[in-house]
């Protein structure tokens, strides 16, 4: 047992740091500063170089889908449940031309008719009356031109319109 304490010993007095070594290290100086200045010879940064580059805004970008067609429906409905149908396709971003002539009851056909332009106001889109009873319902995105309809129709330059 004597030689095992004795070994233990001689590891305690091994580990333990001798308090005149440590002052060596903390007086040590190796001659550099802990922070120096360095100038570069270059200015400091400049605002007015970054704001220019700010000046493009989110608004001025804007994608593009080479392969998004637009699409034309037409719908010729025949009961108030297929005014669903139509408002649907606007959803969906679709121009839908609803022709109503081959409606017979005439409450069916008003009421058809106040549900499509509701479906039109609330998804903020456009109806254009072609005639009687065919419609052009454009949904936001699709501007529909109606003073082309008269340009064309004043110029006679189709045929059938002779």
């Known amino acids: 047992m004597a ?3 004795d070994r233990m010993g001689k590891l305690k007095n ?15 100086d190796d001659g550099y500063d802990e922070y120096e200045e360095y100038d570069d010879g270059y200015d400091d940064y400049d605002e007015s170089v970054d704001s220019s580059y700010s000046s493009v805004s989110a608004s001025s970008i804007s994608e593009y889908h080479g392969h998004n067609q637009m699409k034309v429906v037409i719908v010729e409905p025949k009961l108030y449940d297929d005014a669903a149908v ?7 971003k679709k121009t839908v031309i609803v ?3 081959k409606m017979t009851q005439s409450e069916t056909k008003k009421s058809i008719f106040n ?7 609330v998804l903020d889109g456009n109806i254009q009356r072609v005639n009687k009873s065919i419609f052009i319902l454009a949904p936001k995105n699709v501007d529909v031109d109606s003073n082309m309809k008269t340009e064309l129709e004043s110029k006679a330059t189709f045929p059938w319109q002779k």
């Not at 333990?16 to 007086?27: L, M, P, R, S, V």
């Open 86 to 92: 139509i408002a649907d396709h606007l959803k969906m």
């Open 115 to 121: 549900f499509m332009n509701g479906a039109v106001y």
């Open 3 to 5: 030689g095992f304490k």
């Open 99 to 101: 022709n109503l002539e």
């Open 14 to 28: 091994w580990m333990i740091i001798d308090d005149d070594n440590t002052e060596e290290y903390e007086a040590y």
